[in-house]
């Protein structure tokens, strides 16, 4: 706690400005235990209700077991169970008859009668009423809680207030780490520059990290390219990580980022005609736009959509353009995505603006998803119909009726973005040669590092062993050697023989296990890779290497083996072995369940003998087999299986809240 006074002070102090609600805890905390349940001590009358209630409930259990007894020829089952909150017995549906009483329920399969027999009728009345007594005690001891609560609700309202700050706070450090984000540099400028920035809401196995900027030495981005390149997604990252930052939310991107504070953030992305309002696509954007131009300022960031699409292309143009300087002029920061070439050839004019375009593989007609700033993107649509599988001599129909103007744009900017991809291609492969040889040098000086740190120092230490092992079995012989001499006992001398023999190949066995020790690189091995302790059918996948250890984990379970002590199984064979436990967990109760109604005794044998094998393999010493009530043959057949079950210590049919008479509870040795 000092740490953290001295190291965030303005928490700290905040912290210890809460008021603790002492009183108010110690009420809660003397009425309600670590559950929610309210305590017996809560008040005396509840105490007696429930003392009552208990030896109620004892005296019903003493009749019930007379009642087993007496009926138990008649019964399903020798035990009772609860229904509707009234005890009852397990009554044969052809034997009903037999017995005094009211049926209160019946199984599913129509076998079983659930019958409160009359003797406990009025036992099981004074047991409900008790329960109802009870409730209305708890009601009103919760309600003088709550009354406490209520004059306490101001100091209560700003402990909330408080603890939500610090789990705010908790939350955005938490998603900082889980998502390995970055706190950006934040300006006042409108300048926004993207380092390897994602959208946070596509997975990270997926999302296309992208390079972006604006606001720099430049006011507005036009950023070009094919449909589902990336030019929607790049228009939302920009604005989702702007609110991020502005949130003081840390967001998903690379050292180096930086970012803005907006007094607006104002976006058209998307389709929002509307058949209520009689509106359009273009109608839709239109009207957007038009309320955006209310707030725009030098402090306003500007997000467009396909500006000046769905209307006609000459006058969308003229529109996106007119559209597009007003902001500028307003002195906004500006990103608009856009397939108008007119737009293009403007933000090659206009100082003001920046191209970019989204990459697009012309070789396999895919998008890459890449930002490329300063290049203007073709929209590939002539390409893109073909692949679609429009015929080529449409397409080629459609290339003829392009203006040729138009066309000469698009093949000087096909040509210059044609050179830059050569130029990339050069410099990644350049990049990469390089990183590669930094890799090659990095692993030879580690090698080099190791044996002089570890493995020399590692191997004087085990020959000095192996020295000294010599040394034993040397005096060994010399001993055994004057002993042969002074006997005559030929027997004896054979027994000395054996003897020798025996310690010479033990110590040469030790000696080379040693030696294999040392010469198994830990570099054979590599995480993921599956391996079999010797000697045994136990398989495993590596998760750690370390100083000559494996952390292996085999079917859930981690075991720490010597490398010497295992073996590198190939593809194909990593199955060989164990078998992974099929054991069902009660998510609730933690406990392994399974399974088995519907089946036959004979169908269910060797699944209990498994289910108890797997219980043992997964170390649990209990589990539950779900077999139903029916008839009880099943139950019967499962309870003698585990009665000749020499692993199992007992078994019991469940309690009333786990499933009662259709549930036995088994116990491992």
Request: some cysteine; hydrophobic content about 40%.
């Amino acid at each position: 706690m000092e740490r953290s006074k001295d190291e965030f002070p303005k928490l700290w102090n905040l912290f210890r400005s809460v008021n603790t609600l002492s009183h108010l805890r110690d009420i809660i905390k003397n009425s309600i235990d670590d559950k929610g349940f309210v305590k017996d001590g809560a008040s005396e009358k509840l105490a007696s209700i429930r003392k009552n209630k208990k030896i109620l409930e004892s005296t019903l259990r003493r009749k019930l077991d007379k009642l087993l007894n007496q009926f138990r020829n008649i019964i399903q089952r020798p035990y009772f169970t609860k229904r509707e909150g009234r005890y009852v017995l397990l009554v044969k549906s052809d034997r009903r008859k037999e017995i005094k009483g009211i049926v209160v329920s019946v199984s599913s399969s129509g076998a079983t009668l659930y019958v409160e027999p009359e003797e406990l009728i009025q036992l099981n009345d004074e047991l409900k009423k008790l329960e109802v007594d009870e409730e209305r005690e708890i009601n009103r001891i919760l309600e003088n809680i709550l009354l406490e609560i209520v004059k306490k609700k101001n100091t209560l309202l700003k402990v909330i207030d408080t603890f939500s700050y610090f789990d705010t706070l908790y939350a955005r450090a938490n998603y900082m780490i889980k998502e390995k984000c970055i706190v950006p540099s934040i300006n006042h400028d409108g300048r926004i520059v993207l380092r390897r920035a994602r959208h946070p809401l596509i997975p990270k196995d997926k999302v296309v990290p992208i390079d972006v900027e604006v606001g720099t030495d430049f006011q507005g981005l036009v950023l070009t390219g094919p449909n589902t390149g990336g030019k929607t997604v790049t228009l939302k990252t920009i604005g989702l990580l702007t609110l991020m930052a502005m949130a003081s939310i840390p967001i998903p991107a690379d050292v180096g980022t930086e970012l803005s504070f907006f007094d607006a953030v104002l976006a058209d992305i998307g389709d929002e005609q509307s058949i209520e309002q009689s509106l359009s696509t273009f109608s839709s954007h239109i009207s957007k736009i038009s309320q955006m131009m209310k707030f725009a300022s030098d402090r306003a960031l500007i997000l467009l959509d396909e500006v000046g699409a769905g209307t006609d292309p000459i006058e969308g143009s003229a529109l996106a353009i007119s559209m597009v300087e007003y902001f500028l002029n307003k002195g906004a920061k500006l990103v608009v995505t856009t397939h108008l070439t007119p737009l293009k050839l403007l933000a090659f004019r206009d100082p003001r603006l920046r191209n970019a375009a989204v990459e697009f593989d012309s070789k396999t007609l895919l998008p890459t998803y890449r930002i490329i700033m300063g290049f203007a993107g073709s929209s590939q649509a002539l390409e893109i119909a073909r692949r679609c599988g429009i015929p080529s001599e449409v397409v080629e129909m459609a290339r003829k009726n392009l203006d040729e103007e138009y066309m000469k744009v698009e093949k000087a900017m096909e040509e210059i973005y044609r050179k830059k991809v050569i130029l990339d291609e050069e410099l990644d492969k350049v990049r990469e040669n390089q990183e590669r040889l930094k890799r090659e040098r990095k692993e030879l000086f580690d090698k080099i590092e190791e044996l002089k740190k570890g493995k020399l120092e590692k191997f004087v230490k085990e020959f000095h062993h192996i020295e000294s092992e010599m040394k034993k079995l040397k005096k060994l012989i010399d001993s055994s050697i004057h002993e042969i001499r002074n006997t005559k006992d030929l027997e004896r001398l054979r027994k000395m023989r054996r003897k020798l023999d025996r310690m010479e190949k033990e110590t040469l066995r030790s000696i080379g296990e040693r030696i294999d020790s040392i010469l198994r690189r830990e570099s054979d091995l590599k995480l993921g890779d599956v391996v079999r302790i010797k000697g045994t059918t136990t398989v495993g996948e590596i998760l750690n290497i370390n100083e000559g250890k494996l952390l292996i984990d085999v079917n859930g379970l981690r075991m720490s083996v010597p490398i010497s002590n295992v073996e590198k199984l190939e593809k194909g064979r990593e199955n060989a072995g164990t078998e992974k436990p099929e054991i069902s967990v009660n998510v609730e109760k933690r406990v392994p369940t399974i399974d088995v109604r519907g089946l036959r005794v004979s169908e269910v044998e060797w699944k209990i003998r498994k289910f108890i094998d797997d219980l043992i393999v997964g170390g649990f010493n209990r589990g539950y087999i779900i077999h139903g009530v029916g008839s009880g043959k099943l139950a019967r057949g499962i309870h003698e299986i585990l009665r000749n079950e020499p692993k199992v210590k007992s078994f019991k049919l469940g309690d009333p809240e786990v499933g009662g008479s259709g549930v036995t509870v088994v116990e491992i040795k």
